[in-house]
């Protein structure tokens, strides 16, 4: 069979429907969707022992020849044994295969073969059960370096492997996908020697060749495009300068004193605004160090020089809350704070949008209704776009497309996921950072405990003490309704025993805790319904709140100070801490309950991790170590392209390398016009498909 890139992957010996729609599952359909599905890791299987010799640790190859002919038994009823035994000159050691019946006619006695398994001792016997096996001298799964890929339920490795090295030959010869000059200058191997070693690399060397070209590749085509990214906005007209006010206006509307570092972040917001060029800063500091003050202040200085800002938040909850509190906040120094989302009636949206096309509203918060057509500000100054990573890159040029055409608004970007300083390079590299490393004073740290199942009963008595002391609890469950088909991406088998809001709230209040007020809270609720659920609990009259992870995000009841999480598992590190940091923004000790039944070790070390820590930015390394930066802002929702093969902890040298090439070829075709460079332009512009206000 002749394959090309094109050919279906239903073409392939031993793919039917059923293997073709897991493989689908993927994203893999066709060939060439094979030769970019890069391993994540490889297995060293070179090292070929004698029967003797064969350590009995781990996966090994022997090598030996078939003593006899293997015999087949039937133990019962959907049970085959094949077991033979095989011999060198050092040994024997006896095969066992479970329902695996083929192999009585693959194996013949008097062949040499290379098995792949682990050796273990019984009694006086050498045994190894289900190896995987191959004529000696084929080299195709083992004596080589073996490719481990991602799966998916009922594909297997071996199999996905075997499809690749068939897939492989449609290499041959493709195009050459980085210009000339960057390749040479920079000493990078050829496309075709780098798609084959990445997944069958001949040695070390060839794999790491591979990996340095296929990785720069990804991190150059990101920077080209985030230099585009970068070009647009130096391009466009000076900001609006905000002139300073005197800052003792804004604190004495403050029910506490700023933090050292909320103020000098202020200091740093009043600059930019007033400095005549746009802010584009973001703010990073952890759960709870008073993000919200800042933009109160941003807003206020807009506000104070008759111009408009806008606060977009990544939930209704989230900007209710904000409207509240600013509001209030706000009130004394007669600035109009309005609201606009989603779920407001359409008359309440009109009156909104009108006064805001009247320039009567100062600071509007809102979801993303605040993006939509038909807002039109009067003289947009200001966007703060809070809990950024919610939001993609191209909503945030959504909305500073609002502002007037010559004067672009200050954008302000507040981020409580510390973002490891390599990725926030790439992601934020066209914007000023500034930190703020300090919590407000009088919090008391938050313990956190991972317990198992057996414990439940505990926990549940302790949700119970809490309340009785006159807290309130969350309860954080990883999925709304009860689904058993319903595998999570990445996951390998379906997603039972997950906790789901609805029954589980029901079982609590029946079963549990029949005396206290349970409610729930999800985002397949109506914005009316989660509004009223948030605010009951934020008014103490709910004492166990059952949520998903809406509640993740910003959301502030002080009185609150224990949250469990249950199948803590299943969920990122840095989303555990943001979830615990729901809890602990009172003067109550707080409390945080991570409870699995995970038999993963890999799991537990995660969770202990979270234990052990409070530090945000440790935290989000090392997930950012486990899940890559692709899972790091869930679903690709930061609006870049995902990295397959570039490790964006660690492949610091190779990115800068690669962002100086971008410079250099932008530098000498600003926009990608030479016909040499035509294909990096559409390279780009695909890489870059989701955001499309980088290429208007
Ligand atoms: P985040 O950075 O997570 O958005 P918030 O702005 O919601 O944090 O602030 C968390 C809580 O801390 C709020 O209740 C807020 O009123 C309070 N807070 C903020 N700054 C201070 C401060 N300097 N002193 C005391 N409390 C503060
Ligand atoms: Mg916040």
Known sequence: MEITRDTPLTDFPGVGEARARKLEKLGLSKAGDLLTWYPRDYEDRRKVHTIRDAPLEGRVCVAAMAAEHPRLSRVRKGLELVQVKVVDNTGALH??????SYVERAIRAGEEYIFYGTVEVQGRRRTMVNPIFERAGTQSVTGCIMPVYRLTAGISNHLLASLVRQALPCAEGISETLPQRVRQARSLAAAEFAVKNIHFPQDEQALDLARRRLAFEELFYLAVGLS????????????????????????????????????????EVAGDMASGRPMNRLVQ??????????????????????????????????????????????????????????????????????????????????????????????????????EQHRFGVAQRAALAAKGGEDTPPHVLVMSAT?????????????????VIDQLPPGRTPISTYVVREDKRQRMYGFVRKQVAEGRQAYIICPAVEENPDAALPGEESPALNLKAVKTYADKLQKEVFPD??????????????????????????????????????????????????????????????????RVGRGQHPSHC??????????????LHTLASTTDGFKISEEDLKARGPGDFFGNRQHGLPQMKLADLTGDMRLLSEAQEAARELLEADPCLAAPENRPVWERVR?????????FN
């Open 95 to 100: 095969l066992t295969f479970f329902n695996q």
């Open 228 to 267: 585009f990214l970068k070009d647009r906005r130096d391009q466009g007209g000076g900001g609006l300068a905000v002139p300073p006010r005197p800052k003792e206006e804004f604190l004495a509307l403050l029910p506490f004193a700023p933090t050292g570092a909320q103020s000098r972040v202020m200091d």
């Open 285 to 386: 500091g952890d759960v709870g160090s008073g993000k919200t003050v800042v933009a109160a202040y941003a807003g206020w200085l807009c506000a104070g020089s008759g111009c408009q800002g806008a606060l977009m938040a990544p939930t209704e909850v989230l900007a209710e809350q904000h409207f509240k509190s600013l509001s209030t906040l706000l009130a004394p120094a007669e600035v109009r704070v309005g609201l606009l989302t989603g779920s407001m009636t359409a008359a309440e949206k009109i009156k909104t949008r009108t006064a805001l096309a009247r320039g009567e509203i100062g600071f509007v918060v809102g979801t993303h209704a605040l993006i939509s057509d038909g807002v039109e500000f009067a003289n947009l100054a200001l966007i703060v776009a809070d």
């Open 418 to 434: 510390p973002i490891p300083r390599t990725l926030a390079l790439i992601i934020y590299g066209d914007l000023d950072v500034s």
């Open 516 to 581: 206290l007020r349970v409610d729930i809270l999800h985002g397949k609720m109506k914005p009316r319904e989660k509004e009223a659920a948030m605010s009951a609990f934020a008014r103490g009259e709910t004492q166990v709140l059952v949520a998903t992870t809406v509640v993740e995000v910003g959301v502030d009841v002080p009185n609150a100070s224990l949250i469990i999480i249950e199948n803590a598992d299943r969920f990122g590190l840095s989303q555990l801490h943001q979830l615990r940091g």
């Open 593 to 606: 309950v991570l409870i699995t039944a995970t038999h993963s070790l890999e799991a537990m070390e995660r």
């Open 686 to 694: 695909r890489l870059f498909a989701d955001t499309p206000d980088i």
